[in-house]
């Protein structure tokens, strides 16, 4: 991949007093586009408005604190044709519409197959079995009495992306990209909990597993390679402070960093100790990848390097007219941390910098900025991420070449969009 390009001589970094003297010319080409506004009160400013004549809510009117009603278009999204029935079937956080990096748990995807479905914490066991010393039961406050760990990982589902295989297909980053999110999680490490059953009976760990199972009717499952299970795998029962949500495994799921959502089972109720792989359903004929030869790659759990630019993109255009732009976007890894973002404004042909808001970390995301100024010409938008093992996010057709179009996992390919001259912007694919 080439090193930075601004193209045309313009500079990927425009000076502070620049852009503040953009906003300024900006802002008075406003005034005159709407009217004589700067010699006229606003009523807004002049006049006392309605919020201010009058007490507003109590303390206690709100118990749980909810978005206010202004916000309320920033909602997960289902695709109803994409699966037959809501009880196995995907969600889509709005990603164009949030900044920062963490999710709130109430936007962040859902992904079930069979339902989401209520279990007490009381009523909560987990089993560990197998090759283990000691069989163990633990109840949700046994896991509680456990040294726990605060960690901040994406979760992606291996299908985000998975529509785009074959040509620009959904209308939005919250369709395209929005089968993941980033939240705080707490638990206790597997690893402990396997050391608290013994693992001496398993003998030579190097060609041991674990397969993990959800107690919800569809029992996902999912086999695990034991240097995995005692690298960086949690057993959480918090994120972002709070309890888990009902969709997302409450009261008990597993995380596991880096690698497909599906892996990260919820409501899990069992972990056994296998000197194989269980070769399950969920690791054969789905989470494999079809190449076009029809042999299908299997055991491809890492999520790697990936980026999409949130805005502007076909749910959040550009409203405000020529002037300071900010473009903004989302960039993970799942093999290690975020160490640059290059943006294009012309489908690929020239690149520059974009300033990422904190250092990258690990299998979390990042996000990045492009403090530019657009003159209001058509753009063809892409972002492309880099990571610390030295991986450049593919283009689409270096993608095909290895791949095929048979697949519909672990799509990481550069995404395109066009920006039309009114800020409008859809999903076109360039190669």
């Known amino acids: 991949m080439s090193d930075n390009e601004t193209g045309n001589g313009s500079s990927a970094h425009p000076s502070r007093r620049a852009f503040l003297r953009g906003a300024a010319a900006a802002g008075a080409g406003a005034l005159t586009a709407t009217g004589a506004n700067a010699a006229t009160p606003d009523p807004l400013i002049t006049e006392v408005q309605p919020w201010a004549q009058a007490f507003g809510e109590g303390v206690d009117e709100t ?6 009603k202004f916000e309320d278009d920033v909602v997960r999204r289902n695709v109803e044709w994409l699966t037959a029935d809501t009880v196995s079937s995907i969600n889509f956080t709005p990603i164009h519409a949030l900044d920062g990096t963490i999710t709130p748990q109430g936007c962040a ?15 909560y066991r987990l089993m560990i079995n197998g090759l283990v010393d000691t069989p ?6 046994d896991l509680e009495r456990f040294p726990r760990e605060n960690h901040v990982y994406f979760c992606e589902c291996a299908a985000n992306t998975g529509m785009e295989w074959a040509g620009a297909q959904l209308n939005g980053a919250q369709f395209t990209h929005g089968m993941i999110h980033n939240m705080e999680y707490t638990g206790v490490p597997l690893r402990t909990l396997l050391e608290e ?17 959800g107690a919800d009717a569809s029992s996902n499952g999912r086999s695990i390679p034991m240097e995995k299970a005692l690298d960086d795998v949690l057993v959480a029962f918090k994120a972002n402070g709070e309890a888990l ?3 997302h495994g409450y009261p008990v799921r597993l995380v596991v960093p880096g690698w497909e959502g599906n892996m990260w089972v919820k409501w ?12 399950s359903r969920e690791e054969t004929s789905k989470y494999t990848d079809v190449l076009d030869n029809g042999i299908a790659r299997k055991w491809t759990w890492a999520m790697d390097a990936k980026s999409v630019v949130t805005s502007p993109s076909p749910q959040a255009p550009i409203t405000h007219g020529k002037g300071p732009l900010v473009v903004t976007g989302l960039a993970w890894s799942g093999r290690g941390a975020i160490t640059r973002v290059d943006v294009s404004k012309d489908g690929g042909m020239t690149w520059e910098t974009a300033r990422l808001a904190k250092p990258g970390e690990k299998m979390a995301l990042t996000r990045f900025y492009l403090d530019t100024d657009w003159d209001g010409s058509e753009m063809m938008l892409q972002s492309r991420a880099m990571d610390d093992t030295g991986y450049v996010q593919p283009t689409k057709a270096q993608l095909r070449e290895v791949r ?3 697949s519909i996992y672990h799509n990481n390919c550069i ?4 920006v039309r001259s009114n800020g409008e912007a859809e999903n076109v694919e360039v190669s």
């Not at 118990?63 to 206010?68: E, S």
């Not at 972990?271 to 269980?278: G, L, S």
């Open 268 to 279: 899990i109720r069992r972990i056994e100790v296998t000197d194989q792989a269980i070769e």
């Open 63 to 68: 118990p749980y604190g909810m978005p206010i």
């Open 136 to 141: 163990l039961v633990f109840t949700y406050a």
């Open 415 to 418: 995404q395109t969009w066009l």
């Open 404 to 406: 095929g179009l048979n």
């Open 245 to 247: 949500r009902k969709e």
């Open 197 to 213: 059953a013994g693992l001496d009976t398993a003998g030579d760990l190097k060609d041991k597993w674990v397969f993990v199972e």
């Open 109 to 123: 995807f859902e992904r079930h197959h069979s339902g989401a479905i209520e279990l007490r914490k009381e009523d």
